[in-house]
């Protein structure tokens, strides 16, 4: 994740742990004036709309103060979904034996775009299982990593 994100993540997360809820992560999406903050909050009872314009009206007090974007953004506070988005090693550990859908920042073999089962972790490096042949993966080379999510 970028410094920026990170850094936002942390600035937020108080205002979005005082309303009860958990701050899985955010994401900016820069586009001129249609520029996107979303931020990722989840709860053991799952997140129904209240919960996203509660959170929303936290956040966004902390942001109109704080003023860490300076170009025009629309906020959006949602569940993770389905295919929840992965922020940090700890999301990955708790997913192991699942497929994941990994894009990095270096190519690795060529390639940037994993699609596999998450065999395991050990210490940063993640081990994905892509048509049968295993990569070792640098979590600090993750630029943005999903669950992807089965349909049994």
């Not at 314009?53 to 942001?63: D, P, T, Y």
């Not at 003023?67 to 940090?88: A, K």
């Amino acid at each position: 994740m970028a410094k920026f994100e990170d850094n936002l993540t942390e600035m937020l997360r108080p205002a979005v742990e005082a309303v009860g809820k958990e701050l899985l992560g955010v994401e900016f999406v820069s586009a001129g004036k249609h520029s996107v903050l979303r931020v990722f909050i989840d709860h053991e009872n799952g997140i129904v709309v209240d919960d996203c314009a509660e959170v929303s009206h936290s956040v966004g007090a902390i942001l109109d103060v704080e003023d860490p974007i300076s170009t025009e953004y629309s906020l959006e506070v949602s569940s993770p979904g389905l295919d929840r988005p992965l922020f940090s090693l700890a999301h990955y550990q708790a997913i192991i034996g699942e497929t994941v859908n990994i894009k990095l920042t270096m190519p690795l073999n060529g390639r940037r775009k994993f699609k596999g089962i998450l065999e395991k972790i050990e210490n940063d490096t993640l081990v994905v299982v892509v048509d049968g042949e295993s990569y070792d993966i640098i979590y600090s080379n993750i630029d943005k990593g999903n669950l992807v999510p089965r349909f049994d």
